[in-house]
């Protein structure tokens, strides 16, 4: 594919060879020998070049990604603008180190996030390159300024693996296998999963009892309140399998924080910058957090992330916390334009493919309504659960695994979450066509791998 008008037309997939194809099977191989096999990936897709939300693999094959790099391109592959805005960027300054110099772009991009972020009051910015970093620094703010060492996380989080984050994380236990004990003091409770409550309660007439555990069990037995930095929590549990929680779960955190002065985190690494229909998925709870961390989608693609304080919390002395890296202004550059592609159509754009999508993927449950236990979702952070049958609610993971094998060679993109979840986190592009598209495949894909596993 030569000229870039011809490129943006190309908008569905369109596979030519065998997947994978001769060049990426040597790409594979090679990667297997040298990159760390710690990595987890689930079908072998090398990518060449992307547009909007088309990906060209080694061979020629165009896919319809889905996925978006784990809901970091939020404005698609190659987005011109943000392409612009880096190579401007680049040709002008790459690196200076914003912990030792100044640069405009560092305190413009700060004053945005304090804007554009819930809370009406003065925050403090701290830049990264990682969500894992981001989490970090939240932790170390709510130690610092709390001077306690306790945390609470919930069970099925993912907020990192650095030492630190990976102590919050209670994803896969492969995360934690071999590495002994956890650095920090936390501990763990369910999290609000309606379908799947740990207290055996309905949404509608429960007594948020996944929140008010922290109250009647944990603070009168093993985590005295006074000992608690922080409660960390994903305002959509993403890697968990995309659970929206009630409002009311997180309102409760809010005022168990509240009352017992404890930092309220809100990990918005996956939901934030865009992914739900709002620039932050705690905003569609009406709940204003103490620390937003945020990183994938805020600059596109680009390696930055940040955590947002209240700025009588983030109050520490020089050299408390920095990185070399963290607040790159190339990466910048991509995210002051992010934000404003977002608020100039994307975050729309979102919400109307995001309502396509579950409407698309309701049809599909009720057409395989014995193995579908629920589609969910805010935006375009959406999840399709398999189950073997809905009276045992098993989770039916060998042919999760298998549909996104068969949409992979169908053109699909897409990952799985959770035990036995889809998850859809595609570019906040997408048009209607690439919507439908997307579902056919998914429809067929369910059709073929339940012939193969049973
Ligand atoms: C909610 C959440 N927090 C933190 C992280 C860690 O981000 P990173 O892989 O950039 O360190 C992730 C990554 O998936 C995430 O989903």
């Known amino acids: 594919m030569s000229a870039n008008a011809n490129k943006a037309q190309v908008k569905l997939p369109n596979i030519k060879t065998e997947l994978p194809g001769p060049k990426a ?7 297997h020998r040298y990159v760390s096999p710690s990595y987890t990936r689930s079908y ?30 939020a404005t698609g592959h190659t987005h011109p603008e943000i392409v612009k805005v880096i190579a401007d960027q680049a040709a002008e300054f790459v690196h200076i180190a914003g912990a030792d110099f100044y640069y405009p772009q560092l305190a413009d991009l700060a004053e945005k996030l304090e804007n554009e972020t819930p809370g009406d009051f003065p925050k403090r910015v701290h830049f990264g390159n990682s969500g894992a970093e981001a989490v970090e620094t939240a932790l170390k703010v709510a130690a610092f300024a709390r001077r306690r060492q306790k945390y609470i996380a919930f069970f099925n989080s993912f907020h990192g693996r650095t030492f630190g984050a990976l102590s919050l994380t209670a994803s896969k ?26 207290y055996g309660k309905q949404p509608e007439t429960c007594n948020v009892e996944c929140a008010k555990v922290i109250e009647d069990r944990l603070f ?13 929590v994903e305002p959509v549990q993403g890697e ?19 009352e017992n002065n404890i930092v309220l985190v809100v990990d918005e690494v996956q939901s934030g910058m865009g992914r739900t229909g709002k620039l932050f998925a705690i905003e569609h709870h009406d709940v204003v957090p103490d620390v937003i961390c945020s990183a994938k989608g805020i600059a596109s693609g680009l390696p930055l992330s940040a955590t947002i304080a209240r700025a009588d919390l983030m109050n520490w002395h020089v050299g408390a916390h920095a990185s070399t890296f963290g607040g790159n202004p190339v990466a910048i550059a991509a995210s002051l334009k992010t934000f404003e592609l977002l608020n100039n159509g994307l975050l729309a754009n979102a919400n109307a493919m995001g309502q396509r999508m579950m409407d ?8 395989y309504s014995t193995i579908v236990a629920d589609v969910r979702g805010l935006g375009l952070m959406i999840g399709i659960e398999f189950v073997k049958d809905l009276t045992s609610m098993t989770p039916w993971a060998a042919l999760r695994n298998q549909i996104e094998t068969e949409c992979f060679n169908r053109g699909l993109i897409l990952l799985g979450a959770g035990e036995s979840t889809i998850r859809f986190s ?10 439908d598209c997307a579902l056919s495949i998914l429809d067929e894909a369910i059709a073929a791998s339940l012939k193969v596993v049973s």
């Open 173 to 198: 236990s492969a995360q934690r296998l071999g590495f002994g004990r956890a650095a920090l003091d936390v501990t763990h409770i369910p999290y609000a999963n309606c379908l799947r409550c740990a």
């Open 44 to 73: 072998p897709l090398v990518i060449q070049r992307g547009w909007g939300a088309i990906i060209e693999d080694v061979d020629g094959n165009h896919f319809l990604d889905f996925n978006a790099g784990v809901a970091v391109l």
């Open 360 to 367: 698309g993927l309701r049809k599909l449950q009720e057409k």
């Open 240 to 258: 968990g399998g995309y659970v929206v929680p009630p409002s009311k779960f997180l309102k409760e955190l809010r005022r168990i924080a509240d």
């Open 25 to 31: 099977k040597a790409v594979v191989e090679k990667d």
């Open 426 to 435: 595609p570019p906040l592009v997408i048009d209607e066509e690439q919507v």
């Open 220 to 232: 009168k037995t093993t985590v005295p309140a006074d000992e608690v930095a922080a409660i960390v």
